[in-house]
Protein backbone atom coordinates (compact mmCIF):
# COMPACT_ATOMS: atom_id res chain seq x y z
CA UNK A 1 0.00 0.00 0.00
CA UNK A 2 1.24 3.44 -0.68
CA UNK A 3 1.13 6.19 2.11
CA UNK A 4 -2.22 7.69 0.88
CA UNK A 5 -3.79 3.83 1.77
CA UNK A 6 -4.30 3.19 -1.87
CA UNK A 7 -2.90 -0.29 -3.12
CA UNK A 8 0.02 0.29 -6.07
CA UNK A 9 -0.12 -1.25 -9.10
CA UNK A 10 3.03 -2.90 -10.02
CA UNK A 11 4.45 -0.58 -13.47
CA UNK A 12 4.55 -3.70 -15.48
CA UNK A 13 0.78 -3.83 -14.96
CA UNK A 14 0.32 0.03 -15.45
CA UNK A 15 2.09 0.09 -18.45
CA UNK A 16 -0.03 -3.13 -20.05
CA UNK A 17 -3.45 -1.05 -18.88
CA UNK A 18 -1.91 2.05 -20.77
CA UNK A 19 -1.48 -0.06 -23.56
CA UNK A 20 -5.00 -2.24 -23.48
CA UNK A 21 -6.42 2.24 -23.15
CA UNK A 22 -4.53 2.55 -26.24
CA UNK A 23 -4.94 0.00 -28.22
CA UNK A 24 -9.30 0.33 -27.59
CA UNK A 25 -9.34 4.50 -27.42
CA UNK A 26 -6.73 4.50 -31.03
CA UNK A 27 -6.39 0.84 -32.27
CA UNK A 28 -3.09 -1.21 -32.56
CA UNK A 29 -1.87 1.33 -35.68
CA UNK A 30 -1.63 4.17 -32.92
CA UNK A 31 0.11 1.70 -30.49
CA UNK A 32 3.89 3.61 -29.97
CA UNK A 33 6.24 2.54 -27.01
CA UNK A 34 6.07 6.82 -26.07
CA UNK A 35 2.30 7.20 -25.81
CA UNK A 36 2.04 3.84 -24.14
CA UNK A 37 4.60 5.19 -21.63
CA UNK A 38 2.88 8.70 -20.92
CA UNK A 39 -0.36 7.36 -20.46
CA UNK A 40 1.22 4.96 -18.05
CA UNK A 41 3.44 7.76 -16.70
CA UNK A 42 6.67 5.76 -17.13
CA UNK A 43 9.66 7.04 -19.01
CA UNK A 44 10.31 5.13 -22.31
CA UNK A 45 13.24 3.63 -20.27
CA UNK A 46 10.91 2.45 -17.71
CA UNK A 47 9.03 0.94 -20.42
CA UNK A 48 11.56 -1.10 -22.22
CA UNK A 49 12.84 -2.33 -18.97
CA UNK A 50 9.49 -4.62 -18.80
CA UNK A 51 9.35 -4.82 -22.54
CA UNK A 52 11.96 -4.20 -25.11
CA UNK A 53 9.77 -3.83 -27.72
CA UNK A 54 6.53 -3.27 -29.23
CA UNK A 55 6.04 -7.07 -30.20
CA UNK A 56 6.98 -7.92 -26.59
CA UNK A 57 4.18 -5.22 -25.14
CA UNK A 58 1.69 -6.63 -27.34
CA UNK A 59 2.58 -10.42 -26.24
CA UNK A 60 2.53 -9.35 -22.44
CA UNK A 61 -0.92 -7.31 -23.02
CA UNK A 62 -1.99 -10.88 -24.56
CA UNK A 63 -0.82 -12.66 -22.09
CA UNK A 64 -2.39 -10.67 -19.23
CA UNK A 65 -5.60 -10.72 -20.47
CA UNK A 66 -5.25 -14.73 -21.35
CA UNK A 67 -4.29 -15.33 -17.48
CA UNK A 68 -7.02 -13.00 -16.10
CA UNK A 69 -9.36 -15.07 -18.28
CA UNK A 70 -7.73 -18.44 -17.25
CA UNK A 71 -8.23 -17.08 -13.36
CA UNK A 72 -11.56 -16.58 -14.04
CA UNK A 73 -12.30 -20.00 -15.52
CA UNK A 74 -10.29 -21.68 -12.31
CA UNK A 75 -12.50 -19.49 -9.77
CA UNK A 76 -15.95 -20.91 -11.48
CA UNK A 77 -14.65 -24.40 -11.87
CA UNK A 78 -13.16 -24.78 -8.39
CA UNK A 79 -16.90 -23.37 -7.50
CA UNK A 80 -19.09 -25.57 -9.57
CA UNK A 81 -20.10 -28.56 -7.65
CA UNK A 82 -20.85 -30.73 -10.28
CA UNK A 83 -17.42 -32.25 -11.23
CA UNK A 84 -19.00 -33.39 -15.13
CA UNK A 85 -19.40 -30.87 -17.39
CA UNK A 86 -17.94 -28.02 -15.06
CA UNK A 87 -14.63 -27.07 -17.37
CA UNK A 88 -17.80 -26.51 -20.58
CA UNK A 89 -19.68 -24.29 -17.65
CA UNK A 90 -16.79 -22.13 -17.21
CA UNK A 91 -16.08 -21.54 -20.11
CA UNK A 92 -19.32 -20.73 -21.10
CA UNK A 93 -20.27 -18.48 -18.39
CA UNK A 94 -16.65 -16.60 -18.63
CA UNK A 95 -17.26 -16.17 -22.55
CA UNK A 96 -20.93 -15.04 -22.06
CA UNK A 97 -19.44 -12.14 -18.89
CA UNK A 98 -16.62 -11.06 -21.42
CA UNK A 99 -18.77 -10.56 -24.34
CA UNK A 100 -20.30 -7.04 -24.27
CA UNK A 101 -18.70 -5.14 -21.54
CA UNK A 102 -16.16 -3.17 -23.40
CA UNK A 103 -14.46 -6.03 -24.47
CA UNK A 104 -10.70 -5.32 -24.17
CA UNK A 105 -9.71 -8.54 -25.40
CA UNK A 106 -11.92 -8.81 -28.55
CA UNK A 107 -10.11 -4.93 -29.12
CA UNK A 108 -6.70 -6.64 -28.00
CA UNK A 109 -6.95 -9.74 -30.35
CA UNK A 110 -7.72 -7.63 -33.33
CA UNK A 111 -4.73 -5.06 -32.32
CA UNK A 112 -2.26 -7.60 -32.04
CA UNK A 113 -3.68 -9.37 -35.33
CA UNK A 114 -3.12 -6.79 -36.65
CA UNK A 115 0.33 -5.88 -35.16
CA UNK A 116 2.15 -9.39 -35.25
CA UNK A 117 0.24 -12.57 -36.28
CA UNK A 118 2.71 -14.38 -33.73
CA UNK A 119 1.66 -12.64 -30.61
CA UNK A 120 -1.17 -14.55 -30.73
CA UNK A 121 0.54 -17.83 -30.50
CA UNK A 122 0.02 -17.80 -26.67
CA UNK A 123 -3.51 -17.31 -26.73
CA UNK A 124 -3.68 -19.99 -30.01
CA UNK A 125 -1.99 -22.62 -27.26
CA UNK A 126 -4.48 -21.43 -24.30
CA UNK A 127 -7.36 -22.25 -26.60
CA UNK A 128 -6.20 -26.01 -27.78
CA UNK A 129 -5.49 -26.67 -23.69
CA UNK A 130 -9.19 -25.10 -23.13
CA UNK A 131 -10.23 -27.34 -26.19
CA UNK A 132 -8.54 -30.20 -24.42
CA UNK A 133 -10.26 -29.55 -21.51
CA UNK A 134 -13.85 -29.47 -22.39
CA UNK A 135 -13.38 -32.78 -25.02
CA UNK A 136 -12.24 -34.59 -21.52
CA UNK A 137 -14.67 -32.81 -19.22
CA UNK A 138 -16.86 -36.27 -18.46
CA UNK A 139 -19.71 -35.18 -20.84
CA UNK A 140 -20.28 -35.96 -24.64
CA UNK A 141 -17.14 -34.28 -26.44
CA UNK A 142 -19.40 -33.10 -29.25
CA UNK A 143 -22.01 -31.36 -27.17
CA UNK A 144 -19.56 -29.59 -24.92
CA UNK A 145 -17.79 -28.19 -28.32
CA UNK A 146 -20.87 -27.14 -29.64
CA UNK A 147 -21.63 -25.02 -26.85
CA UNK A 148 -18.19 -23.66 -26.43
CA UNK A 149 -18.30 -22.86 -30.67
CA UNK A 150 -21.51 -21.28 -29.90
CA UNK A 151 -20.37 -19.20 -26.73
CA UNK A 152 -17.31 -17.83 -29.43
CA UNK A 153 -19.83 -17.01 -32.07
CA UNK A 154 -21.86 -14.54 -29.73
CA UNK A 155 -18.77 -13.24 -28.10
CA UNK A 156 -17.57 -12.75 -31.92
CA UNK A 157 -20.87 -11.00 -32.57
CA UNK A 158 -20.76 -8.53 -29.55
CA UNK A 159 -16.97 -8.40 -30.48
CA UNK A 160 -17.90 -6.97 -34.31
CA UNK A 161 -21.00 -5.79 -34.00
CA UNK A 162 -22.47 -8.67 -35.88
CA UNK A 163 -26.25 -8.24 -34.58
CA UNK A 164 -25.44 -10.06 -31.42
CA UNK A 165 -28.87 -11.07 -29.63
CA UNK A 166 -30.83 -8.75 -27.13
CA UNK A 167 -30.49 -9.15 -23.64
CA UNK A 168 -33.37 -11.86 -22.90
CA UNK A 169 -32.48 -13.87 -25.87
CA UNK A 170 -28.24 -13.73 -24.85
CA UNK A 171 -29.95 -14.80 -21.78
CA UNK A 172 -31.79 -17.65 -23.38
CA UNK A 173 -28.94 -18.72 -25.40
CA UNK A 174 -26.62 -19.00 -22.11
CA UNK A 175 -29.76 -21.41 -20.76
CA UNK A 176 -29.97 -23.28 -23.64
CA UNK A 177 -25.86 -24.05 -24.06
CA UNK A 178 -25.77 -24.68 -20.09
CA UNK A 179 -28.39 -27.37 -20.41
CA UNK A 180 -26.02 -28.91 -22.78
CA UNK A 181 -23.32 -29.22 -20.29
CA UNK A 182 -25.26 -31.00 -17.80
CA UNK A 183 -25.34 -34.61 -17.91
CA UNK A 184 -28.05 -36.52 -19.42
CA UNK A 185 -28.57 -34.10 -22.48
Do not use: C
Not at 83 to 110: C, H, K, M, Q
Not at 133 to 153: C, K, M, S, Y
Request: proline share 4%; net charge negative; no cysteine.
Amino acid sequence: MSKDGEEKIPKRMLIILAAIEVMRELGGEQLTLELVAKRAGVSKGGLLYHFPGKEALVNGVVEALTNSFEADLEKRIVADPISSGRWSRAYIESTFDEAGVGNDVGTVLASALFLNPESLNGIRHAYAEWQRNIENDGLDPVQTTLARLAADGLWFAEMFGLAPPGKELKQRVLEALLQLTEEGN
